[in-house]
């Protein structure tokens, strides 16, 4: 069973403060990685991929991957309330096409 | 790009009934996976296809389940004999055929179905 593990929360964050999401995964073929946010009631919603060790930026958002740990974090810098959404986790192994998808962490940024 | 549409966006039946759902991916993108979505869980995968093939199924998908995509373009997905524990959020995403193996899924919007 390949699993990809993430805190549910909620992680309350007040706006502008840092919010640090993690993930861990079992699958140590595992290629890629992938940040998605979905809303309440919508679609997931593709924010950061990620493929090397090592960090990688993109405006607020840093995604850092650590594989020897088998651990993948989502850093959003200068929280803002319209980040308030559930943040998914999701690995895709070097065997086959799915993604697999943590449960997700509730993030709730407060003014 | 208009991004992948699905269609219908709720459906409602009655325990037992047959089911029907459409999607339409992003123009150019070769690849179609479908998802199901249940409160408080990630995605699970269902099925995905290259082009027209079929290339892999999940064990989550039982017999009562079929997905066809005839032409390589637009991609059905059919329930049969619904049951409640099949009331779920369904997902579809594509990805383009690209020689990288990292080509990131793209969701559309799903079709929440509910079995009364």
């Known amino acids: 069973q390949k699993e990809v593990e993430q805190n549910s929360g909620p992680l309350s964050v007040p706006e502008g403060a840092i919010a640090s999401l993690n993930c861990t995964y079992s699958?140590?073929?595992?290629?890629?990685f992938f940040w998605y946010r979905q809303y309440s009631g919508k679609s997931p919603e593709l924010i950061m991929s990620i493929y090397s060790n090592g960090d990688k930026e993109d405006g607020r958002f840093t995604a850092q991957l650590n594989k020897a740990s088998q651990y993948v974090s989502l850093l959003i810098r200068d929280s803002q309330p319209s980040d308030s959404a559930t943040y998914l986790c999701?690995?895709?192994?070097?065997?086959?096409?799915?993604?697999?998808f943590g449960k997700g962490t509730s993030l709730l940024v407060t003014p | 790009d208009t991004g992948v549409s699905q269609n219908p966006r709720h459906k409602i039946t009655k325990r037992g009934q047959n089911v029907t759902f459409r999607c339409d991916p992003i123009?150019?993108?070769?690849?179609l996976y479908w998802y199901r979505q249940t409160l408080g869980q990630g995605p699970e995968f269902l099925t995905y296809?290259?082009?027209?093939?079929?290339?892999?199924k999940s064990r989550l998908l039982s017999d009562r389940f079929s997905a066809e995509r005839p032409k390589g373009s637009f991609s059905t997905l059919e329930i049969q004999r619904t049951e409640q524990g099949d009331s779920a959020m369904y997902l579809c995403?594509?990805?383009?055929?690209?020689?990288?193996?990292?080509?990131?899924?793209?969701f559309g919007d799903g079709t929440r179905l509910s079995i009364l």
């Open positions: 995403a594509s990805s383009p055929l690209g020689r990288s193996p990292y080509q990131p899924q793209h």
């Open positions: 296809f290259q082009n027209e093939a079929q290339l892999e």
């Open positions: 999701a690995v895709k192994s070097n065997s086959g096409y799915a993604l697999n």
């Open positions: 699958d140590r073929g595992s290629q890629s």
């Open positions: 123009s150019e993108h070769n690849r």
